[in-house]
């Protein structure tokens, strides 16, 4: 069972930077793809970002692309989430996510494993 460990997240001000990391143990196995969704206080969970392990193929969601870089580091079995020019609107609990086999990466129904999440808070 793979374990997931996000960190990273903090308050900052707005245009601010920071950048989210994901570490992955106990993979026994080559996974799919790694993802990234985040959960505001009273809405649901939404995709932000995926990135194919082999490949290097990346996903954005539209409210985030251009400002956000999904990387891996495949020897650290680490994913990264680079968030600049950040805003309000961006607060949330960012977690990552684990897609064991190939399928669809921009909903949370494709993914076997997630962490525990890291706050992200944006202020104006």
Same mark, same amino acid.
């Given at each position: 069972?793979?374990? *997931?460990?996000? %960190?990273?997240?903090?308050?900052?001000?707005?245009?601010?930077?920071?950048?989210?990391?994901?570490?992955?143990?106990?993979?026994?196995?080559?996974?799919?793809?790694?993802?990234?969704?985040?959960?505001? *206080?009273?809405?649901?969970?939404?995709?932000? %970002?995926?990135?194919?392990?082999? #490949?290097? #193929? #990346?996903?954005?969601?539209? %409210?985030?692309?251009?400002?956000?870089?999904?990387?891996?580091?495949?020897?650290?079995?680490?994913?990264? *989430?680079?968030?600049? %020019?950040?805003?309000?609107?961006?607060?949330?609990?960012?977690?990552?996510?684990?897609?064991?086999?190939?399928?669809? *990466?921009?909903?949370?129904?494709?993914?076997?494993?997630?962490?525990?999440?890291?706050?992200?808070?944006?202020?104006?």
């Amino acid at each position: 069972q793979v374990q *997931l460990v996000e %960190s990273g997240g903090g308050l900052v001000q707005a245009g601010a930077s920071l950048r989210l990391s994901c570490a992955a143990s106990g993979r026994t196995f080559s996974s799919y793809a790694m993802g990234w969704f985040r959960q505001a *206080l009273g809405k649901e969970r939404e995709f932000v %970002s995926a990135i194919v392990w082999s #490949t290097g #193929t #990346t996903f954005y969601a539209d %409210s985030v692309k251009g400002r956000f870089t999904i990387s891996r580091d495949i020897s650290k079995n680490t994913v990264y *989430l680079q968030m600049t %020019s950040l805003k309000p609107e961006d607060t949330a609990v960012y977690y990552c996510a684990d897609a064991a086999r190939f399928g669809i *990466l921009r909903v949370a129904t494709g993914y076997t494993a997630w962490g525990q999440g890291t706050q992200v808070t944006v202020s104006s």
